[in-house]
């Protein structure tokens, strides 16, 4: 069977497509190496592209890959939703409550420090998004009004916020066995949405990405079916449900709308036809987040965050080309009066944070064509260091033996507590128990990537990489509509690399879309539909 796959004739188109990806994948896994062990991608290293001599044998590797005859058996049996869908829930449910007990009241990380002391000090502002500081900070405030302590109102966002996440997984079970797919797939999922760490210790992080990965979880499938019903949004029911979907990912990430308008491109390119369609569910749901936006600064007073998020990647290679290269006194004095007290000596070629957090963007715009000037100039001088900037920046995304924690800027999955004082600090090692101890040693000291089986699934190269493949695959087989919902993640994810840090909780999205993607691989692969 394999000789005969590898040996079977390709169009140009397919083979094409197989040198693409070929090159690709092994292109990013070199460059990454690169980034982590040199600092710098080595772009114009001629030793970099000894890997060229491989792509020959991976072209052959994939394309088994890409034209692998998968058989399995659909039965046309009733299915019964509500049990399916319970079912699922409570399994999930189970599978989580030693996590939940374990990290009582949750696990308090990231930003929820700052989202809550806005709420408790009336600080709102739309650097993060309204509607989750309001849900995170609003419970704690109303638990300390009511009981006296932080602690109910935590525990209560972390029960909420697992409860909605189990619902989405459970509906993402239901999705499988309704579109037939293999059992050991229904299966794999829901062993993954029981056990996986990434998913447990999620499911109670205060962070904003999670429920916000959930709402993606749901847009792809409801892609799926507007690409594979056309009848599907005839039901006004399902078009509501859409639109509202939409708007809510807008509402709980601010990039969701950059995202959006790079969506946009290829849902109009692929379903031009119904370009009218295409512009009622996008533009609806971007005008009321318009809407909602304006009301929050303009009716409430809602503070606007600083703008200094959108310029992460520039902030970033400026300070590289600062640090990096020999620049002239004149260049030194303009750069260095973008950045506040002296944080471009705290330059780190991971994470922008140190030197955007000092970034004085009134400076920028009260001269901003001559920095334009400047920032382009010194682009045309250091290319590759401006390149380097984001390519070390982002490796992470890619490259499987990415290796974590990272000191000072990345780990899997931050473990925290709130701390009991009046700051609601973020602090480490809270809770001294068995369970606690064993899933801060996985995540937060990163040692899942030792143990089988957890360092694929955990792997943030892995699952980035199934959706490349994914999207490569449907291309080769010619299933161009399927390839929307795709798409959509990975215009998100277009908009993670402008970031300020390649960290797994940006990309979460990815990870639990990863039942949908493999079900989307068998699917393509399967002899009927080939």
Request: hydrophobic share 50%; glycine share 4%.
């Amino acid at each position: 069977m394999i000789k005969k796959i590898l040996f079977k004739k390709t169009t140009i188109l397919e083979r094409i497509i197989l040198f693409c990806f070929s090159f690709f994948f092994l292109f990013i896994q070199v460059i990454g190496y690169n980034c982590q062990k040199y600092d710098s991608s080595r772009l114009f290293d001629l030793k970099t592209y000894i890997f060229i001599i491989f792509v020959p044998l991976f072209y052959y590797i994939f394309k088994f890959l890409f034209k692998f005859p998968y058989k399995y058996k659909s039965k046309d049996q009733e299915i019964n939703s509500k049990k399916v869908f319970f079912t699922a829930f409570i399994l999930i449910f189970l599978a989580w409550i030693p996590i939940i007990i374990s990290f009582y009241p949750n696990n308090f990380a990231f930003d929820a420090s700052t989202q809550v002391r806005m709420i408790m000090y009336n600080s709102l502002s739309t650097y993060h998004p309204v509607i989750h500081t309001i849900f995170l900070g609003g419970l704690v405030k109303l638990s300390y009004l009511l009981f006296g302590t932080y602690t109910i109102g935590n525990f209560m966002y972390g029960i909420i916020q697992a409860t909605i996440m189990n619902l989405i997984f459970s509906y993402c079970i239901l999705f499988l066995v309704k579109e037939r797919a293999p059992r050991w797939l229904v299966i794999l999922s829901t062993v993954l949405f029981m056990f996986l760490p990434t998913h447990s210790v999620l499911a109670i992080s205060t962070t904003k990405d999670i429920i916000f990965s959930g709402l993606i979880l749901l847009l792809v499938i409801k892609f799926y079916y507007f690409v594979t019903d056309e009848k599907y949004l005839d039901n006004n029911k399902n078009l509501i449900s859409l639109i509202s979907v939409i708007l809510l990912s807008l509402m709980f990430r601010n990039n969701m709308l950059y995202a959006l308008i790079i969506f946009s491109v290829f849902f109009i390119i692929i379903f031009r036809k119904k370009w009218k369609q295409i512009m009622v569910i996008l533009l609806i749901p971007i005008l009321i987040y318009e809407a909602y936006n304006l009301t929050l600064t303009k009716v409430f007073k809602v503070e606007k965050g600083p703008g200094v998020e959108a310029f992460s990647v520039i902030i970033q290679q400026l300070a590289r080309v600062y640090n990096k290269e020999d620049l002239t006194v004149s260049e030194k004095e303009q750069v260095s009066a973008l950045y506040k007290n002296d944080s471009l000596s705290r330059y780190n070629s991971q994470i922008s944070d140190p030197v955007k957090s000092e970034f004085d963007s009134g400076v920028l715009f009260s001269n901003i064509s001559s920095y334009i000037k400047l920032y382009l100039n010194l682009g045309i001088k250091y290319p590759l260091t401006y390149i380097d900037s984001f390519l070390v920046n982002n490796y992470g995304y890619f490259y499987f033996f990415d290796k974590l924690p990272i000191s000072g800027t990345k780990t899997y999955i931050w473990v925290n507590c709130m701390g009991k004082d009046e700051s609601f600090s973020c602090v480490d090692d809270c809770n001294n128990n068995f369970i606690y101890n064993l899933y801060d040693d996985l995540l937060e000291k990163a040692n899942y990537q030792k143990v089988p089986i957890l360092n694929i699934f955990m792997n943030i190269g892995f699952n980035v990489f199934v959706m490349f493949y994914t999207l490569f695959l449907l291309l080769y087989k010619k299933k161009y509509k399927l390839c929307l919902p795709i798409l959509l993640l990975i215009s998100l994810f277009i908009t993670n690399l402008l970031g300020p840090v390649a960290l797994m909780r940006y990309v979460y999205p990815i990870f639990v879309c990863l039942p949908f993607m493999l079900f989307l691989i068998f699917k393509t692969l399967s002899i009927k539909n080939s």
